[in-house]
């Protein structure tokens, strides 16, 4: 197989890491040929036994696509979905275990799937492929550091992807298919105005806007006309909600009327039963006569790539960089093709939160100088601008004065417990946008002392994250109400888990000293529980380890983490130890204050320590072992146990873990034969006591204790002569057996 020169390197790192390394991680955007990585190493390791997991089954099928296209054989090749691994407790055994988006692990049900599968194959190597590492709505975790330790055999940017020319840039034409809408709401508030000046400035304004909006001809029909060349050309159209996408569905066919009347629509969402059908029959329309749209929610987020995709429709507002860069990567991939992505916004995407920051990183590429002699050509269509002014200007004649709209964004800030993003429009106002221009003239030092402070005076947060930060702050205090107590985790709900994430980062950020003062202030006034300072806070977290290791005798795991909030973050705390002493940043004093309290470094090795401590305290408690469905203190500890005693049969355990079940004097056999050895012992105790009391051995007619012990001798002799004994029960019957 044939890679390109990125991913050559990248494979050779990967290769060479391997002799010294158990688990590698590549790090690298969507499109760059991560898969062709993976089938790289199968390629080359054709008699070893694979295990390659993803999210989807649409990446699977990729993947089955490109061996099919370079002869290579899945015949060793084993594909688990990570929802089919949390649903699973036994695994084959393999040599290598591929891990595709792996920051999708940090997931609580699906992360317990893969920890059982890298259990079961303490001695695969591992390797994990990712665009986006890093977990941030679940306390910053870097999947790359704590699955992989921080071994990369690649770690690049999407702008250095860019820059290198690895990947294209996109032609970008942004539009607004909602601003006729806009205007019509104004005319509206128009008319109702009591203030007859207002209203005649206000209508006068407006139908100059039409009329210029007349003369600049964007709709969106003819936006398309213009750019979409290929009228057999393939789309990816992104959408909110199934209600939008069935309603674009049926809506569609007028936008594209001057481009091809022929159009082929195909769906993918989580509820469409024929969304596999859908799919596939959208990548085989080889149609030369139809344009072919695939409408989809978010399905295909991640992992999915096409060749011959022409572009894609966001129809999908968003503020997240993350999903807007999903959805423009569709579209992108490494190729010596020289066409370029077609990227319809036409939900105003471009100018919205984190996405414009981002972008304004490919213009700075565009117009920088990078390590190519020729220019990187960037093509960015805006059939809008002139439209924004227009609204700017009516919104700014409509509100008449600062004033005014302080009033209304104060009206709305008491009214939702939240200030608006940009696009937000109240009382036809476009009041998120006045919000950002706000922010922008402060930053230039133009707005006046006395407009800022009462900006200040309702909470105005300068900048976006502020806001949002102060969003979620508000939801909390909302709870908090409603309960008559800061609540609990169990009272957060399945609709507020991103608020408990949020939590749970600002409290892990004020143990590490990165969270403002006054915010963990609001919080605690509020009755979260927070430390302070961030030497104060190492200290306090290593009190609660080692009182936690006091008292439970073992470190903290995942289920501790999930079955209570104080544990999640000394669990992540201890997390967090490991991967800093990986980097060189955990000081020679800390180091020792955590190894005199037996810290484990390794943390796969720590949760099998804390697991086998469970199971010591479990045998010595109640002299039994656990059944393979029982659960201790939230911890699976019978299928735990159970996989342990499938690596030891197997031969798979290590030497020095056997040794530590044989010095607690705990059995390692598998449930079938451990039962029949109980039933063993119960006749060989009762036949023991029956020798003790009469001195002699039973006879054929009698029962005792209610069993046949003659009966179960001969049985048992037979099954020695047999070989069916075990060598410790063998010796057991000869005992009994020895005068006979």
């Not at 006569?289 to 129809?315: R, Y």
Request: with cysteine; glycine share 6%; net charge negative.
């Amino acid at each position: 197989m044939i890679l390109h020169k990125h991913n050559s390197e990248t494979y050779a790192n990967m290769v060479s890491l391997f002799q010294t390394e158990q688990r590698v991680a590549a790090v690298q955007p969507t499109g760059t040929g991560k898969s062709y990585l993976i089938m790289q190493l199968i390629e080359d390791n054709a008699d070893k036994h694979f295990a390659v997991c993803s999210p989807s089954t649409y990446i699977f099928e990729q993947m089955k696509l490109l061996a099919d296209e370079n002869c290579i054989s899945f015949e060793n090749t084993d594909f688990l979905t990570y929802t089919k691994l949390a649903q699973t407790d036994a695994f084959s055994k393999y040599n290598y275990i591929v891990l595709d988006e792996f920051h999708r692990c940090g997931a609580d049900e699906w992360g317990q799937g893969v920890q059982r599968l890298l259990d079961g194959n303490p001695n695969a190597k591992v390797f994990g492929t990712s665009a986006t590492p890093i977990r941030y709505l679940d306390s910053g975790r870097n999947m790359a550091d704590e699955l992989f330790n921080g071994v990369y055999a690649v770690n690049m940017s999407l702008a250095e992807a860019i820059r290198r020319k690895i990947l294209p840039l996109p032609v970008y034409v942004t539009s607004w298919y909602s601003f006729r809408g806009d205007i019509e709401q104004l005319e509206m508030k128009a008319e109702q105005s009591g203030n007859p000046r207002l209203k005649n400035a206000l209508l006068g304004k407006i139908r100059k806007a039409k009329s210029m909006i007349a003369e600049l001809d964007v709709g969106i029909e003819k936006i398309f006309e213009k750019h979409i060349r290929n009228r057999a050309g393939k789309f990816i159209v992104f959408c909110p909600s199934v209600e939008q996408l069935q309603r674009m569905v049926n809506e569609c066919d007028l936008w594209f009327t001057k481009v091809n009347h022929d159009i082929h629509k195909y769906t993918v969402y989580a509820q469409n039963s024929a969304s596999d059908k859908q799919f596939e029959d959208f990548r085989n329309d080889k149609s030369e006569s139809a344009l072919k749209l695939l409408f989809c929610i978010d399905m295909l987020n991640e992992g999915v790539h096409f060749d011959d995709v022409d572009g894609v429709i966001m129809l999908r507002a968003t503020q997240s960089a993350n999903v807007f860069y999903q959805q423009l990567g569709r579209t992108l991939a490494c190729s010596d093709s020289k066409k370029k992505p077609l990227i319809f916004d036409i939900v105003n995407n471009y100018e919205t939160g984190d996405t414009a920051q981002q972008y304004a990183g490919f213009m700075e590429i565009a117009h920088g100088e990078g390590e190519y002699d020729d220019e990187i050509e960037f093509e960015l269509y805006d059939y809008v601008r002139d439209i924004r002014e227009i609204l700017n200007e009516l919104n700014d004649t409509f509100a008449n004065s600062w004033d005014f709209n302080f009033e209304l964004i104060k009206e709305y800030a008491e009214k939702y417990n939240a200030f608006p993003d940009v696009n937000t429009s109240y009382e036809g106002v476009l009041i998120g946008r006045w919000a950002t221009y706000q922010r922008t003239l402060n930053n230039q030092d133009k707005l006046s002392k006395e407009r800022v402070k009462k900006l200040n005076s309702i909470g105005f947060p300068w900048d976006v994250n502020e806001a949002v930060w102060q969003a979620f702050y508000e939801e909390l205090k909302s709870i908090i109400r409603s309960l008559g107590h800061f609540p609990k985790k169990s009272e957060f709900g399945d609709d507020k888990k991103n608020l408990y994430g949020w939590l749970t980062a600002q409290k892990f950020k004020h143990r590490i000293g990165e969270l403002e003062e006054e915010k963990a202030e609001k919080l605690i006034a509020l009755g979260c529980k927070m430390t302070k300072g961030k030497k104060e806070s190492w200290d306090e977290n290593f009190e609660k380890l080692s009182e936690f290791v006091e008292q439970h005798g073992r470190f903290p795991d995942n289920s501790d983490a999930n079955s209570d909030p104080e544990n999640k973050v000394i669990y992540v705390w201890a997390n967090s130890q490991r991967t800093a002493k990986n980097r060189g940043q955990l000081s020679d004093e800390r180091i020792a204050k955590l190894d005199s309290i037996g810290f484990q470094w390794d943390k796969h090795e720590a949760e099998w320590a804390n697991a086998f401590e469970m199971l010591k305290s479990y045998f010595s408690e109640r002299e039994s072992l656990p059944g393979s469905n029982e659960v201790v203190d939230g911890y699976k500890l019978g299928k735990w146990y159970q996989r342990q005693v499938d690596l030891y049969l197997a031969g798979n355990m290590q030497a020095y873990r056997a040794e530590r079940f044989q010095e607690a004097g705990i059995p390692l056999e598998n449930l079938r034969q451990r039962r029949k050895n109980e039933v063993f012992m119960k006749y060989y105790d009762s036949y023991m006591e029956y020798l003790q009391k009469f001195g002699k051995h039973p006879i054929s007619s009698e029962r005792y204790n209610d069993l046949d012990l003659v009966k179960w001798r001969c049985t048992q002799m037979q099954k020695k002569k047999q070989g069916k004994l075990t060598d410790e029960l063998a010796a057991l019957l000869m005992y009994i057996c020895k005068d006979i």
